[in-house]
């Protein structure tokens, strides 16, 4: 009974040698080969799974940090470390316990169980040598310490004539053995610690470029939304004519009307032109040319009904946006330069000319689109019209 009371530490050892060296092994193919996440109690060590935005690789790296400083405490003798390995121990049984009381009893909880009991475990055993006094051994003294034994029991080197062997020799070449295993466990936990801060570093560096990645492609969409919500509500507010501007447009001369007539038959000359035209209602798309709609690598139909400024590249929908305040606020505008997207994304720089019209009776936009090659426009193709 004696015996087993004195080597009882080599289980707290062994046992957090065993998680150190199992969940620092978890961690890499978690990080580098996208293994799985199981099983879960690699996560439930610490309480901190409870809170709400924690990812699993935080919490395996909190029970690294957590794990591998309770078993350096317990490397280290003294009664002072041997007291300070209780914060961590308490940490990982509240994080177990907490675990199985929020959970019924089933059978795949058994590796739950089997933890909070080798836990409470090394709790007594820890208390047990604190109490006695004794300082918490390790297995490079418990060497050491029979390898003295073992001297003592010769007494003085003339003793024994079988044995030819100085105390001196032996204690000369102890220490140095010992000071090379301790340098070496040493050396060992400081490269963990380094590696795991590295890794800590690193996921924090991919984490945030996550986040700015989400946060910009959001911000974008958003952006777009609001920018083609404002035309809409624009081109709306334009026609709300006053019943005295529709009094006003009535004493137009029967002249002017006639050759707005002639200027308004869109549908038709959208038929028969070659040229890049589009005739847009409330942002919509009801009448487009079919070489313009082949520009773009669509067909006529595919087109309809679509919002126009879904094939206005997003670096220039600022421009667009801009053309149209402008036009609210009174200014006599009638061209802004922009680019489209054609089908497959490629970007087409365009100079429209746009031109209010009437469509089935309601106010609409005649874009006339002016192909832009080497800063100049060249009209692709010309109009004979």
């Known amino acids: 009974m004696t015996k087993l009371r004195n080597q009882a530490w080599l289980f707290s050892n062994c046992l957090f040698i065993f998680f150190s060296l199992y969940l620092f092994v978890k961690f890499i193919f978690i990080l580098f080969f996208s293994a799985a996440y199981e099983p879960r109690f690699m996560f439930e060590f610490t309480p901190c799974y409870l809170l709400t935005g924690v990812t699993n690789i935080q919490l395996l790296v909190l029970t690294l940090v957590v794990m591998v400083s309770d078993l350096y405490l317990h490397l280290q003798s003294g009664r002072r470390r041997l007291l300070f390995s209780f914060i961590p121990t308490a940490i990982m049984l509240s994080g177990i316990g907490t675990s199985i009381m929020t959970n019924q009893m089933d059978l795949t909880y058994a590796y739950h169980y089997a933890i909070f009991g080798s836990l409470l475990l090394v709790v007594l055993i820890d208390y047990n040598y604190v109490l006695s006094g004794e300082k918490y051994p390790t297995g490079l003294r418990k060497k050491e310490q029979s390898k003295s ?8 080197h003339f003793l024994s004539k079988k044995y030819d062997v100085s105390y001196q020799d032996l204690t000369h070449v102890l220490p140095a053995t010992t000071s090379e ?48 919500d404002r035309i809409l509500y624009n081109l709306e507010t334009l026609e709300k004519i006053p019943p005295h501007d529709i009094n006003l447009e009535r004493s137009v001369s029967a002249e002017n009307k006639r050759n707005d007539n002639k200027k308004m038959q869109h549908p038709s000359i959208v038929n028969q032109t070659n040229d890049f035209v589009v005739i847009v209602k409330r942002g919509r798309i009801k009448e487009i040319s079919s070489s313009f709609a082949e520009l773009l690598g669509y067909r006529q139909s595919e087109l309809l009904e679509k919002n126009f400024f879904m094939f206005v590249s997003p670096r220039t929908l600022e421009d667009a946006r801009k ?25 087409l720089l365009v100079n429209i000319t746009v031109t209010p019209t009437i469509y089935n009776g309601d106010t609409a936009e005649f874009l006339h689109i002016f192909i832009i090659q080497d800063n100049s426009l060249s009209m692709i193709p010309m109009s004979n019209d």
């Open 181 to 228: 295993l301790k340098e070496l466990t040493d050396g060992f936990l400081q490269k963990m610690e380094a590696v795991l801060e590295r890794l800590e570093r690193k996921t924090e560096r991919i984490e945030a470029l996550e986040h700015i990645i989400e946060d910009g492609q959001k911000n974008r969409i958003d952006h777009e939304k609001l920018f083609t």
């Open 323 to 347: 053309f149209y305040v402008d036009r609210l606020k009174g200014a006599s505008l009638n061209s802004f330069r922009t680019s489209l997207l054609s089908r497959g994304q490629q970007e």
């Open 149 to 156: 034994k073992a001297i003592e029991s010769y007494g003085t």
